[in-house]
């Protein structure tokens, strides 16, 4: 497993482990002791998946304090293009975003910490997500950035998004308790 650090502090991305053979393939998604050794505390608290549709948006995402969480997020089928933005006040890349594409063929994962959103576009039917993260989920913590209000360019015209996800406040509206 290497893990190799992003121009925001904090987030990183992950090459598992993999090994093939005539069997298949098998992937190690977490290890303790190499994200002990690069100084990633992460305590898994609870696992979700999502199964998403070509063109889907989901996010972007964060629970508020105290009831933040860090996210390992990876995809088992299909591919996205996953994006982080910094929402710590404090931070020289405050407002930044990221973006990697996850999906079952690179195999690759990314670590997000506290104080940052989080959200992805899928490229493909039938996309699986993982995450796991280091918190419980609060529904009177979770709340959300719009879209489509960060710097970023999605590349899609008409994107399937939740209700939910249309109502967030816009980057320039939010007022980060980060």
């Known amino acids: 497993m290497k893990i190799e650090k992003t121009e925001l502090l904090g987030v990183n991305i992950i090459d598992n482990f993999v090994a093939t053979d005539e069997r298949g393939t098998f992937v190690k ?27 889907v948006i989901r996010g972007m995402h964060f629970q508020l304090p105290p009831f933040e969480h860090k996210k390992l997020v990876f995809v088992i089928q299909g ?17 930044k ?17 506290e104080g940052f959103a989080h959200g ?19 529904s009177g ?5 719009y879209y489509d209000s960060i710097d970023f360019d999605w590349e899609l015209i008409n994107p399937i998004i939740s209700e939910r996800d249309r109502l967030f406040d816009k980057m320039h509206e939010f007022k980060s308790p980060f």
């Open 97 to 113: 975003s990221i973006s990697i594409e996850l999906s079952a063929n690179n195999r690759k994962a990314l670590f997000i910490p």
């Open 29 to 55: 998604t977490f290890s303790n002791e190499d994200f002990n050794r690069k100084e990633l505390k992460f305590d898994i608290k609870e696992t979700y998946y999502s199964i998403s549709k070509k063109n």
């Open 79 to 95: 591919s996205i293009i996953d994006v982080i933005v910094d929402l710590r006040k404090e931070s020289i890349t405050y407002k």
């Open 120 to 138: 992805f576009k899928s490229l493909e039917d039938n996309t699986i997500t993982v995450y796991h993260v280091s918190s419980v989920y609060n």
């Open 141 to 145: 913590a979770d709340s959300g950035i």
